[in-house]
């Protein structure tokens, strides 16, 4: 089986962690992103994922070539010399993702984390016998996604309207498809958007069904939505696989802390932390709700809450003694002298 993941865009809400590094890269939970989606395509059998992407692709290829031969499967690129949207690059693709056997194929957006059901979908998908499954979620904030109107009990889709401005739902698309190859036929290859152009006319022609997705689900392109994320992504870990995280006397609910980072006396950390590699925190460090990326060097008694901390951040910002920022997001190669007040952007 093959899969195809949505890798274009300049993740500029998540700068400037996307200034040197494409966002699929950024990690979350101590893996980039793009590591969790591939990770779960591999368990259910599939054997080459193509990323669709128009910007850095060395940057990607280079960094992922280790990880085709850890997790054997086949990493490709489909390169756009334009973006071409949301459906564009499925026609670009086509050769890569049609082998002749009729399967479906999987499509994902590359910024969102979630729980990755898709041995589930593969099931509803045979089960509905239409064209083409997508995977909804609900949300307090639908508009500022794909809404979903669907039959309750069999979940085939009345309506997917983009971004509306009016409510008609609260069911959104979470961004995870898996398609017929037919649907390829309904692509031009052009700049087009899977979610304005193809999806209406897949439902209006009674073929696109939609599955709710169980458990937990998060774009995750901007930091505060990011520090959310992560919150749900460790209380469903703690669920599945409680070992990972850490325990001990100065560890307050679930906290991820990689086996080679440092940790000093009399600190007290978490609730929904995650510490990357090569870290050092050292003695009397308070930490809540934040990530603390590879390589980074936290100073004795620092207080961090509701913050992302770059990979090395020691060497590229130092903050001085006694100072604190308050939604303060920092350039690299910065020195910070005096509290940072009120959010703002430190270049
Ligand atoms: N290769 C390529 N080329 N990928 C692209 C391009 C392009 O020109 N434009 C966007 N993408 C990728 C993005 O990197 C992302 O993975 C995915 O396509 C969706 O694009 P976004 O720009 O992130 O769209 P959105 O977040 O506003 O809305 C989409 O995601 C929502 C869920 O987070 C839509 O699919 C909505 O319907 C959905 O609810
Ligand atoms: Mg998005």
């Known amino acids: ?112 984390i979630s729980e990755y059901p898709l041995q589930q979908m593969i099931a509803f998908h045979k089960s509905h016998g239409g064209e083409a499954s997508i995977m909804v979620t609900k949300v307090d904030e639908p508009s500022k996604y794909g809404v979903v109107v669907m039959e309750e009990a069999s979940g085939q889709v009345e309506r997917f309207v983009e971004k509306p401005k009016l409510f008609v739902g609260n069911k959104i698309n979470a961004g995870i498809y898996l398609l017929n190859p037919s649907v390829l036929d309904r692509i031009e290859l052009r700049p087009t958007s899977i979610e304005k152009e193809v999806f209406p006319q897949i439902a209006g022609e009674k073929k696109l069904f939609a599955m709710v997705l169980p458990g937990f689900w998060m774009d995750v392109g901007q930091p505060k939505d990011y520090i959310t994320g992560l919150s749900l992504y460790l209380d469903s870990l703690r669920k599945r696989n409680s070992f990972k995280l850490a325990t001990g006397p100065h560890i307050i609910g679930n906290v991820l802390v990689d086996e080679s980072a440092r940790i000093g006396e009399g600190c007290l950390i978490g609730p929904d932390v995650a510490i990357g590699p090569g870290c050092v925190v050292e003695s009397g460090v308070r930490l809540s709700r934040c990530t603390v990326m590879r390589g980074v060097h936290l100073k004795k008694h620092a207080c961090i809450s509701s913050s992302i901390i770059g990979w090395h951040s020691t060497k590229h910002v130092h903050v001085c003694d006694e100072i604190y920022s308050n939604g303060g997001i920092v350039l690299p190669h910065k020195e910070i002298k005096s509290s940072i007040l009120q959010p703002q952007i430190l270049m």
């Open 1 to 112: 089986m093959k899969a195809l993941i949505l890798v274009g865009g300049f993740g500029t809400r998540l700068r400037p962690l996307t200034l040197s590094v494409p966002k699929p890269l950024v990690e979350f939970a101590n893996k980039p992103m793009i590591l969790h989606q591939i990770e779960a395509l591999k368990a259910i059998g599939v054997t080459e994922v193509v990323l669709a992407i128009n910007y850095q692709p060395e940057l990607m290829m280079n960094f992922l070539k280790e990880f085709e031969t850890k997790l054997d499967i086949r990493i490709t690129i489909s390169r756009e010399t334009e973006p071409l949207g949301t459906a564009g690059p499925l026609a670009l693709a086509r050769e890569k993702l049609v082998d002749g056997s009729g399967e479906p194929f999987f499509v994902l957006n590359s910024d969102v």
